[in-house]
């Protein structure tokens, strides 16, 4: 066991402190590392969706500039 008296006591209080400071810092860290994650996660999911939508859009006007030719077609035929 040893023995602090006065001042020499501070040093053990302060190292304590940074500790827990320390201790809180790296929670909040893991805290901000999952939250990130998830949002990755969210985005990604999402450029999937704009990137499927985006597909089936081109399609679509595919498919229709086919019918408008089509059309076209038809009417030069007559």
Known sequence: MRSWRGPREAPSCSTKLQ???QQQQQQQQQQQQEQQRRQQQRQQQLQQQQQQ???RQHQQQQQQL???QQQLQQKQEQ
């Open 19 to 21: 500790q827990q400071q």
């Open 53 to 55: 939508l985006q597909q």
């Open 66 to 68: 086919q019918q408008q």
